[in-house]
T-cell receptor, first 112, second 114 residues
Framework: AQSVTQPDIHITVSEGASLELRCNYSYGATPYLFWYVQSPGQGLQLLLKYFSGDTLVQGIKGFEAEFKRSQSSFNLRKPSVHWSDAAEYFCAVGAPHDKIIFGKGTRLHILP | ETGVTQSPTHLIKTRGQQVTLRCSSQSGHNTVSWYQQALGQGPQFIFQYYREEENGRGNFPPRFSGLQFPNYSSELNVNALELDDSALYLC?????????????FGEGSRLTVL
């Protein structure tokens, strides 16, 4: 069955600290992987995506993610978070001719 | 380039009523997907429309139905509303079935069922 697991419901980090949000997926074929961010009262915005090639992908706002096939993971990282990064982050998986499935999200809190 | 727009932004209904939500896709996009996002949850796939035909459906009952029009805008209809239908309904457009790249989301329609 296709699924996405984000094991951390909430994460709190201090401003300027590094960040890693975890994502594990289960998918029958080679997946397309995504990270989206949702700020309060807004729709979802794509941070980055992985289709193939280099397993370390760069996204907007200084985020990056690494695809690890052996671990079925696609963790999101940022070396130094800013207060404006406080939001909800969703990992998602899909494939050509298929729907995109989302995880339940991780809410990121930033301490000043 | 016009983004994805949804209407209404907020609405309140009572159990048993019917609701229609509307979505205008981004210019040049021919595929629209609808998601339900309950409070504290991730978006759940309802269905997708490609060139006016339903192309894939999630685990939602038949009282959730949709339409896509020749200009690729779309409607989501929900009949016989239940309390659990209270959620944010998100519409997303994309360039076509062969490109499951970025979904462009609207800001959603928040439905409250009393």
């Amino acid at each position: 069955a296709q699924s996405v697991t984000q094991p951390d419901i909430h994460i709190t980090v201090s401003e300027g600290a590094s960040l890693e949000l975890r994502c594990n997926y289960s998918y029958g074929a080679t997946p397309y992987l995504f990270w989206y961010v949702q700020s309060p009262g807004q729709g979802l915005q794509l941070l980055l995506k992985y289709f193939s090639g280099d397993t370390l992908v760069q996204g907007i706002k200084g985020f990056e993610a690494e695809f690890k096939r052996s671990q079925s993971s696609f963790n999101l990282r940022k070396p130094s978070v800013h207060w404006s990064d406080a939001a909800e982050y969703f990992c998602a998986v899909g494939a050509p001719h298929d729907k995109i499935i989302f995880g339940k999200g991780t809410r990121l809190h930033i301490l000043p | 380039e016009t983004g994805v727009t949804q209407s209404p932004t907020h609405l309140i209904k009572t159990r048993g009523q019917q609701v229609t939500l509307r979505c205008s896709s981004q210019s040049g996009h021919n595929t629209v997907s609808w998601y339900q996002q309950a409070l504290g949850q991730g978006p759940q796939f309802i269905f997708q429309y490609y060139r006016e035909e339903e192309n894939g459906r999630g685990n939602f009952p038949p009282r959730f139905s949709g339409l896509q029009f020749p200009n690729y805008s779309s409607e989501l209809n929900v009949n016989a509303l239940e309390l659990d239908d209270s959620a944010l309904y998100l519409c997303a457009s994309s360039a076509g079935l062969d490109y499951t790249g970025e979904l462009f989301f609207g800001e959603g329609s928040r439905l409250t069922v009393l």
